[in-house]
C-alpha cells in the first residue's frame, strides 16, 4: 500500500501569519506531487502542482519538494479566513492498469481574525 | 476552458434501490476520467478510471459499476445500494498524457437509508 500522510489538524494559525501544511509518502517512485484544498462541503480544487526538488512559489503559495525525504509541503504566506480549508497532498502513482492520484487524508486550517 | 459537470447534486436513496450517477466533460477531448468517493472521515478513495471509450479499470471491488460510452461522458451505477454506499461521489478528469493533474466535478452528496 502507497500510504501518504498528513496530520489532520486542525491546524490554527492567526491572520496574517504563514500556514505549514506537510505531507510524507511512501513511495520514493512517485514524480508528481499536488495540493488540493476542499472547503466544507464542496469538491477539491487543485492549487498547487511540483515535480522537482525545491520550491515552487504561485502567489501566497510555496510547495516545497525533497524527494530524498519524502516529503513535499504546503506554505500558506499571509493567511486570510477564507484559507481555511481541509487541504489535500497527493501524489501520482501507478495503480492497476494505469496512473491515478494517491490522496491523504488531508489537514484542516483553521485560520483566526 | 474545460468544464466539469455532475448531477444529480444530491440524492437520497433507499437500501436495495439502483443508482446512476453522471459525469460529463466540456472544452477537451479523450480526458482520463475518474470516479471517487469521499466517506465521512475518511480520505478520497478511487473507485474507477477510464482512458478511454469502453475502457474502465476498478480500484475496488463492491457493487458499483462504471461506464463511459462517450469520449466525455462517465457513468457510475448500481444495481442495488447498500448502507456502506453512502458518501460522497467525485468525478475527475485529467488530460490525455502522464500530467498526473485532476480537475473535480462538484460532487454528488449520496444518502442511502
Known amino acids: 500500500q502507497k500510504e501518504v500522510e498528513q496530520n489532520s489538524g486542525p491546524l490554527s494559525v492567526p491572520e496574517g501569519a504563514i500556514a505549514s501544511l506537510n505531507c510524507t509518502y511512501s513511495?520514493?517512485?512517485?514524480?508528481?506531487f499536488f495540493w488540493y484544498r476542499q472547503y466544507s462541503g464542496k469538491s477539491p480544487e487543485l492549487i498547487m502542482s511540483?515535480?522537482?526538488?525545491g520550491d515552487k512559489e504561485d502567489g501566497r503559495f510555496t510547495a516545497q519538494l525533497n524527494k530524498a525525504s519524502q516529503y513535499v509541503s504546503l506554505l500558506i504566506r499571509d493567511s486570510q479566513p477564507s484559507d481555511s480549508a481541509t487541504y489535500l497532498c497527493a501524489l501520482k502513482g501507478y495503480q492497476g492498469s494505469g496512473y491515478a492520484l494517491n490522496f491523504g487524508k488531508g489537514t484542516s486550517l483553521l485560520v483566526t481574525p | 476552458s474545460q468544464t466539469i459537470h455532475q448531477w444529480p447534486a444530491t440524492l437520497v436513496q433507499p437500501v436495495g434501490s439502483p443508482l446512476s450517477l453522471e459525469c460529463t466533460v466540456e472544452?477537451?477531448?479523450?480526458?482520463?476520467l475518474y470516479w471517487y468517493r469521499q466517506a465521512a472521515g475518511r480520505g478520497l478513495q478511487l473507485l474507477f478510471y477510464s482512458v478511454g471509450i469502453g475502457q474502465i479499470s476498478s480500484e475496488v471491488p463492491q457493487n458499483l459499476s462504471a461506464s463511459r460510452p462517450q469520449d466525455r461522458q462517465f457513468i457510475l451505477s448500481s444495481k442495488k445500494l447498500l448502507l456502506s454506499d453512502s458518501g460522497f461521489y467525485l468525478c475527475?478528469?485529467?488530460?490525455?498524457?502522464?500530467?498526473?493533474?485532476?480537475?473535480f466535478g462538484p460532487g454528488t452528496r449520496l444518502t442511502v437509508l
Open positions: 472544452g477537451t477531448s479523450n480526458p482520463n
Open positions: 511540483i515535480y522537482s526538488n
Open positions: 475527475a478528469w485529467s488530460p490525455p498524457g502522464l500530467s498526473g493533474e485532476q480537475f
Open positions: 513511495d520514493r517512485g512517485s514524480q508528481s
